[in-house]
T-cell receptor
Framework: GAVVSQHPSRVICKSGTSVKIECRSL??????MFWYRQFPKQSLMLMAT?????????EQGVEKDKFLINHASLTLSTLTVTSAHPEDSSFYIC???????????FGAGTRLSVL | AQKVTQAQTEISVVEKEDVTLDCVYE???????LFWYKQPPSGELVFLIRRNSFDEQNEISGRYSWNFQKSTSSFNFTITASQVVDSAVYFCALSEVNSGYALNFGKGTSLLVTP
């Protein structure tokens, strides 16, 4: 079964609204989680690294005020897309490395469509 | 700079043909991990294989095989006797210790297997 749960799997929202995506490790603790974004027919690009107990680290070009990341506990990281616009429509997927970090577990992804 | 290069954007083969997906990577770390993932239209990433930098043994799993060559920084993936169900986008990815194990994905190769 899935060891990383991501919710929701799909969301359609109006422009200007905020959307929260949850990523939860089910049977292990993850002090670090990663958030990736994939535009249609493109690769997955790392957006940010979520760190439990401290601020997230964002990749160059990713607006930290727009993509709020909260690593509330050792098993939960959330990504909030604030004031979403159509250009934010994308596939968002999280991953959590286990123990030594060499094994990564991915969530099933969230397909965001902003109208 | 692109750390993982998948030069083949799209490949089309007829069922039962063998097909090799190329992957070339770049890193200065001595400890790193290489991955292959399959992404069907649903978007979920399906883990296929993980290799660490100290293990150059080739691996075979059913119809799948992987050829890891540090001398050429390549980690190629071969599907033998391809099937229609193999149609998907395949991503090669690199994970480096110095990057906190975040994955660097190649641009992906879209494989179409026709009957």
């Amino acid at each position: 079964g899935a060891v990383v749960s991501q919710h929701p799997s799909r969301v359609i929202c109006k422009s200007g609204t905020s959307v929260k995506i949850e990523c939860r490790s089910l049977d292990f603790q993850a002090t670090t989680m990663f958030w990736y974004r994939q535009f249609p027919k493109q690769s997955l690009m790392l957006m940010a690294t979520s760190n439990e107990g401290s601020k997230a680290t964002y990749e160059q070009g990713v607006e930290k005020d727009k993509f709020l990341i909260n690593h509330a506990s050792l098993t939960l990281s959330t990504l909030t897309v604030t004031s979403a616009h159509p250009e934010d429509s994308s596939f968002y997927i999280c991953s959590a490395p286990r123990s030594g970090g060499d094994i990564q577990y991915f969530g099933a992804g969230t397909r965001l469509s902003v109208l | 700079a692109q750390k993982v290069t998948q030069a083949q954007t799209e490949i089309s083969v007829v069922e039962k043909e063998d097909v090799t997906l190329d992957c070339v990577y770049e890193t200065r770390d001595t400890t790193y991990y290489l991955f292959w993932y399959k992404q069907p239209p649903s978007g979920e990433l399906v883990f296929l294989i993980r290799r660490n930098s100290f293990d150059e043994q080739n691996e075979i799993s059913g119809r799948y095989s992987w050829n890891f060559q540090k001398s050429t920084s390549s980690f190629n993936f071969t599907i033998t006797a391809s099937q229609v169900v193999d149609s998907a986008v395949y991503f090669c990815a690199l994970s480096e210790v110095n990057s906190g194990y975040a994955l660097n994905f190649g641009k992906g190769t879209s494989l179409l297997v026709t009957p």
